[in-house]
């Protein structure tokens, strides 16, 4: 799957994503490291990646905003959480692998995750 990190990604994410063979992009890496949210939203739609991010904005530009994307994943996470939180997301990842994840705000936190498609009830 290739994604787009946010700014507040941690590194260790990026590095857990890339060792289980992902495509992972940070925004710092094409110069969007002060973009705002809505940048880095069009940017990730326009290059067909789904953005991994912490910042629950997303969801207003999502639901609210109705912005045009190519899927979300909100990270709740805590340095405390991470482990549980990266292995939820690979179980995520394993359960939805080759699934084109675009209208889909997913949330992932220790233990599980939801899914929600734009325009779903």
Do not use: C
């Amino acid at each position: 799957m290739r994604f787009l990190s946010d700014q507040d990604v941690w590194q260790v994410t990026v590095n857990f994503l890339q060792a289980l063979g992902h495509e992972v992009q940070r925004a710092v890496d094409v110069g969007l490291e002060r973009a705002s949210d809505e940048q880095l939203l069009a940017y990730a739609h326009e290059e067909q990646r789904v953005l991994v991010t912490r910042d629950k904005g997303y969801g207003g530009l999502v639901f609210l905003a109705h912005r045009e994307h190519s899927g979300v994943i909100l990270l709740r996470v805590a340095p405390e959480t991470v482990e549980a939180v990266h292995q939820e997301l690979k179980r995520f990842l394993e359960e939805h692998e080759g699934e084109d994840l675009g209208g889909s705000f997913v949330v992932i936190e220790p233990g599980r995750h939801r899914i929600r498609r734009v325009g779903s009830p």
